[in-house]
């Protein structure tokens, strides 16, 4: 079972995000660019299935923007991978995936300033993240819902931190957790659907 959007569209977002990024970068002083892939390991509250084990990927691009001394806006476009399973990397048993493009919208303050190279070791965020489902779909062992039922779209909030090991590279941690119910439906004896997950991944800035 699946439900898919036209991809176009995707590739018409990122295309034009690729776009204003970089002319943004390159065009204005306190702008940065950056380029990003990781792993998400998230499940969903409501499917009887404990624990972080569907892991999916994340990947995409970021625009990060200085707006008081170490405060800094960011606007990311994501592609990710999320969803549940009852083992972790494993396409057996009940599976539910679900990829989205993600927004992810949030202000970092930055600390440890590495002066003759001029970048801050550390930053803590947090902010909100738009998504909307591009695919999903269940495995056979999942009866009491089907993707079709999905809210496409996501609202969510995070919480994340960012270590860097040089002016170029660094790693993310963040936890992102959903605000609206992935499903809400009578039929599923007054349970509820309701998605979060962790990420760790590599960003490399111009």
Request: charged residues 20%; aromatic residues 14%; hydrophobic residues 40%.
């Amino acid at each position: 079972m699946s439900v898919i959007i036209n991809m176009k569209y995707l590739l018409v977002t990122i295309f034009l995000f690729s776009l204003c990024s970089i002319s943004t970068v390159e065009g204005q002083r306190g702008f940065k660019g950056s380029i990003l892939a990781g792993l998400n390991l998230s499940q969903i509250d409501g499917d009887e299935l404990v624990g972080y084990r569907q892991a999916g990927l994340t990947s995409g691009l970021k625009v990060s923007f200085q707006l008081k001394n170490r405060l800094y806006g960011n606007l990311e476009l994501l592609y990710s991978q999320r969803g549940s399973s009852a083992k972790l990397f494993s396409n057996k048993g009940s599976v539910t995936r679900i990829n989205y493009l993600e927004l992810p919208l949030y202000v970092s303050f930055k600390d440890w300033y590495i002066e003759n190279e001029n970048y801050y070791k550390l930053s803590g965020e947090v902010g909100l993240s738009l998504g909307n489902i591009i695919s999903a779909s269940v495995s056979e062992e999942v009866t009491d819902y089907n993707p079709d039922w999905f809210e496409t779209k996501d609202i969510g909030w995070m919480l994340g931190a960012n270590y860097a090991f040089t002016k170029h590279l660094s790693v993310t941690v963040r936890y992102t957790r959903s605000i609206n119910k992935l499903l809400d439906d009578n039929t599923l004896f007054e349970r509820y659907l309701l998605g979060y997950f962790w990420t760790i991944r590599t960003d490399y800035t111009f």
